[in-house]
């Protein structure tokens, strides 16, 4: 990883509880469809949560009865994740060098964590550490951009950050063949909690907080114009590849 995508990674450290607090989960749908293209339950699965932030994968994959070790890098990414899930393990380490044992592992996961790796170190990696016939699993969750409310916002983003609208291209490693899936789900939450989602983001955490109030407060009085009840409809499209290796 180079300095710049390594800076902005460990940005989220300074903003663990507000990532803990405001980042969408995942909807169930996903961990079926986990299930049926990594072709076993995830039951008494052994699963590596590479990335695993402050443990919103991590307990959804432990609350379907995974047996998970999770690996984190950031100091306080980690010590968010021990506070709110003290029974998963946690080591310290990223996907590019795992601190785990060779064919050790059904599953391994990267959520919203795979374009933070190096490719040519984090593949084979994940090769090591899966057991023959395991999985490789990559997901990333982003606001669905055919809502025309939620691609004018980004539009806006892109403006104030003088950067390209929409979600940066997330390359699969077209060598390991993945089966893929769309699953598109939404969720209600304050206005308030809308706003804080956006300012987890790297790109607001790399920004600074003057910057972020600023965009943010522009933002309020616009988002709640659609929704004058306060409380905001945000949707959203996973999109999973899945290889059996």
Avoid: C, K
Avoid at 1 to 6: C, L, S
Avoid at 153 to 158: L, M, N, W
């Amino acid at each position: 990883m180079t300095t710049q995508p390594r800076t902005r990674a460990r940005s989220f450290d300074a903003a663990a509880p507000l990532y803990a607090a405001h980042r969408p989960g995942y909807p169930g749908e996903l961990f079926d469809a986990l299930e049926e293209l990594g072709g076993r339950p995830l039951e008494g699965a052994r699963v590596a949560d590479v990335g695993a932030g402050t443990g919103i994968a991590s307990g959804a994959l432990s609350a379907r009865g995974a047996d998970v070790v999770a690996v984190e890098p950031g100091d306080g990414m980690a010590a968010e994740f021990r506070r709110a899930h003290p029974r998963i393990p946690l080591v310290r380490g990223d996907g590019d060098r795992l601190p785990l044992a060779t064919s050790g592992f059904d599953l391994v996961t990267y959520a919203q964590a795979w374009h933070w790796t190096d490719p040519a170190r984090s593949v084979p990696e994940a090769r090591r550490v899966l057991r023959p016939g395991g999985a490789l699993a990559l997901w990333w969750n982003d606001l669905d951009f055919t809502v025309p409310w939620i691609a004018e916002q980004d539009a806006r983003i892109a403006a104030f950050l003088d950067a390209a609208p929409g979600v940066a291209p997330r390359g699969l490693p077209p060598e390991l063949g993945f089966t893929t899936r769309e699953i598109r789900w939404s969720r209600r939450v304050p206005l308030d909690s809308h706003l804080a989602n956006h300012a987890s983001h790297s790109v607001f955490l790399m920004l600074g907080e003057a910057g972020t109030r600023e965009f943010l407060d522009a933002e309020r009085p616009r988002v709640a114009a659609l929704f004058p009840d306060g409380v905001v409809e945000e949707r959203y499209v996973v999109t999973l590849g899945v290889s059996v290796l």
